[in-house]
């Protein structure tokens, strides 16, 4: 009886000692894995500004220096602290919003995340984030890029055509000025030739004086 209370009082001791080593072990890991990750994990965005104007394509780059397979990489869209999810990316697998799926192109290197909009309009005008998540180990990382604020410009339609006129116009006068060069140059060939072909028609006359003086025996015609 003795021997049983004292086998049974090692064995409570044995596995108090265990659960309190795995709770150390186990502590030590998160503390270990949470210094680890907030000291390597960075994010930065580039440009900070980007304009362009519509039907254009804008491109922005997240460069982020992890490589872990377990991070997600989400770009979202901040409008009057409205917050829009554009896409979400991990490993191979990109999720891109539904409104952006015609016109959204992502690309993701080692170490860059590259989102590229293209035919921009006014509706895309706002800041956007590249934001990262690192979800294994425990607890959940999450870093954020300095921003990309996207101005779009409006194309003035009154101002394209005007724009467009000026141009026709201008063209007009260029050919206008070209066709009376040619005309100018064509009339003065014409009347050097043509007055050169006369000369040479014309019947040439001797002077009369001269050929006195070079030629004693010419004696002239007496008129009856």
């Not at 980007?50 to 039907?55: D, N, P, T, Y």
């Not at 590259?114 to 294994?136: A, F, K, P």
């Not at 009347?191 to 002239?220: C, D, M, Q, W």
């Amino acid at each position: 009886m003795i021997i049983n209370l004292f086998l049974k009082y090692v064995t409570s001791k044995r596995q108090s000692i265990s659960m309190d080593l795995f709770s150390k072990m186990l502590i030590f890991q998160l503390l270990l894995s949470v210094v680890g990750n907030s000291v390597i994990l960075m994010v930065t965005q580039s440009p900070p500004l980007l304009s362009a104007m519509e039907g254009e394509t804008a491109t922005m780059i997240c460069w982020i220096n992890s490589s872990s397979l377990e991070r997600r990489i989400e770009w979202s869209k901040v409008l009057s602290e409205q917050k829009t999810l554009v896409l979400t990316s991990k490993g191979n697998i990109t999720m891109p919003n539904p409104d952006y799926t015609e016109r959204m192109k992502h690309s993701l290197n080692d170490t860059i995340s590259t989102l590229s909009i293209s035919q921009i309009n006014r509706n895309d005008t706002g800041m956007y984030v590249c934001e990262v998540l690192i979800e294994i180990p425990p607890p959940v990382l999450r870093m954020s890029g300095n921003g990309t604020h996207l101005q779009v410009q409006v194309v003035n339609n009154e101002m394209a055509v005007s724009s467009n006129d000026n141009t026709i116009g201008g063209s007009t006068w260029i050919l206008i000025g070209c066709i009376l060069s040619i005309i100018l140059v064509v009339s003065i060939t014409t009347f050097f030739l043509a007055r050169k072909l006369i000369r040479k028609g014309e019947p040439e006359y001797v002077n009369v004086k001269h050929r006195n003086k070079t030629s004693g025996n010419y004696r002239p015609t007496e008129v009856k």
